[in-house]
């Protein structure tokens, strides 16, 4: 959890302490003002990193995210900040673009206002936190309700949080998904950025286990990412809570075993991902690099006391800036961020998984590549690898010198212009067609 502010800002006085009791209006979420994002509503999920190449296709997307936000809310004096703050609101849009974006090229999203907890409450022990985090729980799962009776339609989804957010994702898991009719369309759920004991999953959460491999379905995705060298791994799980379904109770994991996967291998092992493997990091808090294009072979990862230690430490200062929320070697803000090309690829692989599998799709699935580096002026070729055979192939965005053979999916030429070009690639047979991006980045020539 975010223990101070990212960019303090004045906040408005509340009259009233919103402690769980019937006094307080539930939140409407037939509104569209009740969601940070969602299909129709201009927010930042339809943005993509500046200069990247790659595209929102949220449009033809067949798969949907439901996204809660990490704690945004800095308000003194309440339990629960009101959705309408507008300093919880304005940082609630920049976790938004962050960290919903891996995702808007094959998923529409979902993302609800809720009345989270106040950061300061985290402060205050466990015992004060019980009201405040059941109260915020609540407005998530009615927000979850809405969009399953409404929007699912029978859709596949994956399920997105991170921090507090994470912490009502998980209850919702166990209470609202498991066991109900929406686990069987439930393609992943990425939890990051809370400790998570691993008992959870053995005792309360049967039908959805832990994550382990990179194409698994149906599973949980959980990590929390550290500098080599941070230590204090006790007193971090001191301030953090998960819902222990036993005593109906939010609690602390320290001393736990917990579970982490490893955000670039997507392995559940220690064995540690190089940087040559990491696909990228949008960078994150510095004005003149912040949401611009993903950067690849950053960081190496590696999995130990149940966390992601990413190397190198610190992080490049003109990168990645916390605002002083924690600082260190304590990268919990950078959780997703830090992954963000390599969540965009993972959701892809696993959702082209779930067609295979639970859909026995028959129209064509496009499996990549989904990103590219040509040289302007000397020759390029690639061609895309698909499931269920192609009819037609159609391509928007080419650069000038390239062309696609719509029979053979091959791209081919001699490219001429340098820079990022967002390209839209269709596939199309009898059952049906299948939309993916190909982010294409062309390099000036070498002198």
């Known amino acids: 959890m975010m223990q101070r502010a990212l960019q303090p800002l004045a906040v408005l006085a509340m009259a009233a302490s919103l402690a769980r009791t019937g006094a307080a209006a539930e939140i409407d979420y037939g509104r569209p003002e009740a969601w940070l994002a969602r299909p129709g509503l201009a927010s930042a999920a339809t943005l993509t990193p500046k200069d990247s190449g790659y595209s929102n296709l949220e449009a033809t997307a067949r798969a949907d995210v439901f996204y809660v936000h990490p704690t945004t809310g800095m308000r003194e004096g309440v339990a629960n900040v009101p959705i309408d703050d507008p300093q919880a609101l304005a940082t609630g849009r920049v976790m938004l673009m962050a960290q919903s974006t891996p995702f808007n090229g094959i998923a529409r999203i979902y993302a609800p206002r809720y009345r989270q907890i106040a950061m300061h409450v985290y402060d205050e022990g466990e015992a004060a936190l019980q009201a405040p985090m059941n109260f915020a729980y609540e407005d998530v799962r009615q927000?979850?309700?809405h969009y399953a009776a409404h929007d699912n339609q029978g859709r596949p989804f994956f399920l997105v949080a991170h921090s507090q957010g994470s912490n009502h994702a998980l209850r919702l898991?166990?209470?609202?998904?498991?066991?109900g009719p929406l686990e069987a369309r439930l393609v992943a759920a990425y939890l990051p950025g809370g400790p998570t004991p691993l008992s959870i999953f053995a005792?309360?959460?049967?039908?959805?286990?832990p994550c382990a491999t990179a194409e698994q379905i149906g599973c949980a995705a959980i990590w929390g990412v550290f500098g080599e060298g941070y230590r204090d791994f006790r007193g971090w799980e001191a301030i953090n809570v998960y819902w222990d379904a036993s005593t109906r109770r939010w609690r602390s994991a320290a001393g736990a075993r917990l579970v982490n996967i490893n955000p670039v291998s997507w392995r559940d092992d220690d064995v540690p991902a190089p940087a040559g493997?990491?696909?990228?990091?949008?960078?994150?808090g510095v004005p003149a690099t912040h949401f611009s294009r993903p950067l690849e072979h950053l960081v190496s990862a590696?999995?130990?006391h149940g966390y992601t230690l990413v190397s190198p430490a610190p992080l490049p200062s003109g990168l990645f800036d916390d605002g002083g929320t924690f600082g260190g070697a304590n990268y919990h803000v950078f959780d997703i961020n830090l992954?963000?090309?390599?969540?965009?690829?993972?959701a892809r692989l696993r959702l082209a998984s779930f067609l295979r599998q639970r859909d026995r799709a028959a129209y064509p699935i496009i499996e990549g590549p989904m990103t590219a580096t040509a040289i302007a002026g000397e020759p390029f070729q690639l061609r895309f690898s698909v499931h269920n055979a192609a009819a037609r192939w159609h391509v928007e965005g080419l650069p000038e010198g390239l062309h696609l053979d719509p029979d053979t999916a091959e791209i081919s030429g001699v490219p001429v212009t340098p820079g990022p070009h967002a390209v839209i690639v269709?596939?199309?047979?009898?059952?049906?067609?299948d939309t993916a991006e190909l982010a294409l980045i062309v390099t000036p020539a070498s002198k």
């Open 339 to 346: 992954f963000w090309a390599d969540l965009r690829a993972n």
């Open 173 to 179: 898991l166990q209470e609202e998904i498991q066991g």
């Open 277 to 284: 493997q990491h696909r990228g990091a949008v960078p994150f």
């Open 203 to 209: 005792d309360h959460l049967t039908r959805v286990p």
């Open 426 to 433: 269709t596939a199309t047979n009898d059952a049906g067609a």
């Open 302 to 304: 590696r999995t130990e």
């Open 143 to 145: 927000a979850f309700a």
